[in-house]
C-alpha cells in the first residue's frame, strides 16, 4: 500500500488531461498524471490545427501537445508515460495500478479520449493528413471549394456532410446500405441539401492519390461496379471507440462505451471525466481542453468540501 494517496490522478494526456493537469497543479494539488504509452491524444496524428484559440497562424498537432505537457509541468504535474492497467472505484482512497504498482488517490480525472474508427485501407492510411481526415471542423478548411466525399450514415457522417456543404463545391456521402442510420432530422437536411449528393449501398475499394487526395474508389455492392469519385478529401465517420475498457464495471458506461457524465462528474462521487472519452458530440480539441478544466475545478471543489476526510498529498507544486 503507497503512503500517502495523491489529492488528484489523471489518467490520460490529451488536450482534456493537461488541461485538467495544468489547473489542478496551480490549484497546489500536485497532480499525478498517467498519460498512457502512446501519450499525447489524437493531436499526435494530426497536422495542422487552425482552429485552437491562440495560434493565428496555427500550429502543427504534436507540438501544441508538446506545449500543454510543457505546461503542465512548468506548475508541477508530475507525469508519466505508462498506462493504466487496473483502477478501483469501489473505495476511497481510490486505486489506480499500473501492472504491480499500486497508487491511491483523493479524486481520479479520467481523460483517456476516444479513436475514431478507420476502414483499414493502404491509400486511406497513407494520406491521412493528406486529405484523408476523420474531423471535418478540423480539416475542411484546407480543401475549400473542392469536391468532397465523406463515409458512413449516421449522425456524425450527416454533421460532417452539412458542415462540409458549407465549404465544398460539391459533397458526396458513401454509405453501405439504402438507409441512414442517422436520425431522421439530419438525414432529412442531407437529403434536401443541393451540396451534397448520397452514393447509396456502395463501399470504398481505397483512396486514390500520390502525395495528396485526388479521388475515391467505390464499388456499389448491389452490381459490383468499380467507379471513382473526384475528391480532394475524405472524410470517414463510421463512428468512434471510447477509451473506456477499464472502467466498465467501475462506473456507468452508455450502450456505446461512452462514460455517462453530469457537467464532469460520473457515477461515482470523486471520479471527474473530461474530453472525448464521455463527449459525442462535439470532439474537438477546444472542448476536450475545456472539459478538462471543468474536472478539475470541480475536483478541486470536491477536495474542499471533503477537507476533513483527505490526508495531505506530498510536495505540494509551485504556487498559484
Ligand atoms: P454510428 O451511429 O455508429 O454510425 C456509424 C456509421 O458508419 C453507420 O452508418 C455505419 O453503417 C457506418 N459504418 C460503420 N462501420 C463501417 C465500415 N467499416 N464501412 C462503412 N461504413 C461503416 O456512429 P456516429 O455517427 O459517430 O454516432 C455515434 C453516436 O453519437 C450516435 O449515438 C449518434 O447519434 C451520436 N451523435 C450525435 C450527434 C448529435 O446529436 N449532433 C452527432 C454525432 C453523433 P451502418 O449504418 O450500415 O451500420
Known sequence: MPATPHNVIVIGSGPAGLTAAIYAARANLAPKVFEGFAAGGQLMNTTDVENYPGFAEGIMGPELMVQLRGQAERFGADLEQVDVTKVDFSARPFGVWVGDDEHRAETVIIATGATPRWLNLPGETRLRGFGVSSCATCDGFFFKDQEMVVVGGGDSAMEEALYLSRIASKVTVVHRRDAFRASQIMADRVLANDTIDVRW????????????????????????????????????AIGHLPTSGLFAGQIELDDEGYIVADGSRTSVEGVFVAGDVQDKIYRQAITAAGSGCMAAIDAERWLEENRAETAPSGDAATAV
Open 201 to 236: 449501398n456502395a463501399v470504398v475499394e481505397d483512396v486514390v492519390g500520390q502525395e495528396k487526395v485526388s479521388g475515391v474508389r467505390v464499388r456499389d455492392v448491389k452490381t459490383d461496379e468499380v467507379s471513382e469519385i473526384p475528391a480532394a478529401a475524405m472524410f470517414v
